[in-house]
């Protein structure tokens, strides 16, 4: 069974569909690059994946460690470079409890930076993390 599938709608958007669930996101070409930027664009998506990445291994150790990561947030910047037209650095700064001991910060922070999407991602991709304890 495939991931996912999807059709290109016209306008420079497309519709895919997650084939396990039926969830159905939508992506625009962004502004600076002919779009609407009417949803996420493609590598917004990339971006938004690692993360969401990070942020799901730290909730799988949280659960084994018996830590409460609700509402934990954080924030995704990319940056994209012109020649050849790519995503040059993606920054994420996530917001976690000010409560984490010094051990549990660590394994946090190293299982977050161990995440299948940002082990996948080309190494030329600059990946910029921040942990900020409030």
């Known amino acids: 069974m495939s991931t996912a599938t999807a059709r290109y ?3 420079l958007r497309t519709e895919a569909v997650h084939s396990a669930s ?3 996101i939508f992506t625009d070409a962004p502004v600076d690059n002919h779009g609407r930027g009417e949803s996420f664009s493609p590598t917004d998506l990339v971006s938004a994946a690692l993360g969401t990445c990070m942020m799901t291994i730290m909730g ?3 659960e084994r460690q ?3 990561l609700t509402g934990v947030s954080f924030e995704v910047q990319k940056h994209m470079a012109t020649e050849p037209r790519r995503i040059a650095q993606i920054d994420v700064t996530f917001r976690m ?3 984490l001991s010094d051990k549990e910060r660590t394994i946090l922070e190293n299982a977050a930076r161990t995440c299948p999407v940002a082990l996948s991602l080309n190494p030329e991709i600059r990946q910029e993390v921040q942990f900020l304890y409030e």
């Open 97 to 99: 409890p000010a409560t």
């Open 22 to 24: 039926g969830t159905t």
């Open 66 to 68: 018996q830590l409460n």
């Open 9 to 11: 709608t016209g306008n």
């Open 60 to 62: 799988i150790v949280a």
